[in-house]
Structures are given as structure tokens and as C-alpha cells.
């Protein structure tokens, strides 16, 4: 019985050494998990990228429906004056140095050019 509580005795957990490491290991992760949400191009960054993206297109898909239901509505083809009017109940329309026409929207300042939205 004397030998069991002496090899019991020497088995006190984990060592200090093993606990240090662990700790490092640990705070090394940390700083990698941490470096590639929040920076520049991490996924924080993305997300939001990728959200913009996302409503701007599902802007451009509103008023194309909107153009849609105009046409139908008047039973022709819709004249450019009236695309435009159409298109200019979700921003201002400007002309860019090119003679592009441009929406800008007034919810989040979408710049869209008209050309991507007429069908």
C-alpha cells in the first residue's frame, strides 16, 4: 500500500512548463483570430463589402420591377422621359462628364448608371 500512495504522490497534474505553453499557444491563436477579422481586408471588411454589393443590386432589381409594372400599366414601350421618371423616385439623376446618366440614390448614395438599370 506504501508504494501506491508514493507513485500517487508524484503524479501532482500538470506542470507549470506545460501550463505556460498552453497559455502561449493559446494568446498566439487569439492574435491570429483577432488580425484576420478586424483588419484591412478581414472578414468584418468583407461582410460589409459584400453587403453593399448586395443591396445595390437588389436596388437596381426594385426599380426594374417599377419600370416593369409602368410599362404594363401603360400598355407600351416607355419613352426615356419616363423611364427616367420612374427611375428618379429613388435619387437624382445626374449627367457625369461623359454624358452618362447617373442615379444617385438618396437611401446609402448608390451611384447606378442608368444603363444598368433599363431594360
Known sequence: MKKQILINSNNKGITLIALVITIII???????????ISNDDGIIEQTEEKTGQSQRETLIQ????DLLE???KKGRTLTQEEK?????AYGKIIEDTNGEKILVTT??????LLSEIII
Not at 427616367?84 to 428618379?88: A, D
Open 107 to 112: 437611401q446609402e448614395n448608390y451611384k447606378i
Open 26 to 36: 493559446l494568446l498566439i491563436l487569439a492574435g491570429i483570430t483577432i488580425g484576420t
Open 62 to 65: 426594385k426599380i426594374q420591377a
Open 84 to 88: 427616367e421618371n420612374v427611375i428618379s
Open 70 to 72: 409602368e410599362t404594363t
